[in-house]
């Protein structure tokens, strides 16, 4: 039972009596106060993880965009090419034949997936069955002045079996060194494209370019080939 006091009025001659609060309720409000300080506690450290995590996961995304496209392409292909079954290839510039553009399935990051094959006398890549195919390259120019104005040229051709002849797929044009200098002018120029195609069992295709002498192999990897059966 609570204790209770009597207390006298003396403005208004009456007795008031003060009931002391029972221990039970002083328990009850010392443990809502705890939980609600736990639960404050709980959202703070949640709060300050999913800060740390997003913190890591930009940490992550900036050492991944260092990186070149390629370097990560090839990796994630191999893995949907094993997981479909469908056909997939990422050759890669030889630098052993330089000035020459020769492609090879030999090093990292290349693969060569699923019937797809590189035939290294001709230098293309031949498709194992019919069907859509994602096709793509890239070659990498470079050269240490603009003595003279050149016009780069990089297309991707396959061999048409009803025409008996090789067409373009694709080509793209670039010009550098409109203004000729006689001083040194360090320069670099890419050339991308791709495209999907429909490709017949035992296509031949080949990625070329009209000035091989002028490609920069000591960044192989960023010169590429690539066919992806979709």
Known sequence: MSS????HDVEKGSI????????????????SICSFLLLIGAVTVFALLQLDAFGL?????????????????PATMKVQALRSGKPAAHAVASSQNSPQLNWTTDVIPTILENGMQLNKTENSLIVPS??????YSQVLFHKNDCSKTLLLT????????????????????????EEVSSNKKLWFESIYQGAVFQLYKGARLWAKTNHPEYLDFTHSTQIYFGVIAM
Do not use: A, M
Not at 16 to 31: G, I
Not at 168 to 174: D, N, P, R, V
């Open 4 to 7: 209770e006091q009597l207390v």
């Open 16 to 31: 008031v009596v003060l009931r002391e609060p029972s221990p039970k309720n002083n328990h009850w409000k010392c443990l």
């Open 57 to 73: 996961s930009e940490k992550q995304d900036s050492k991944l965009q260092g990186n070149s496209f390629s370097d990560h392409l």
């Open 130 to 135: 019919t069907g859509l195919y994602f096709v």
């Open 154 to 177: 990089h297309s991707i051709t396959f061999w048409s079996s009803e025409l008996n002849s090789e067409v373009e797929l694709l080509k793209s044009i670039k010009s550098v060194c």
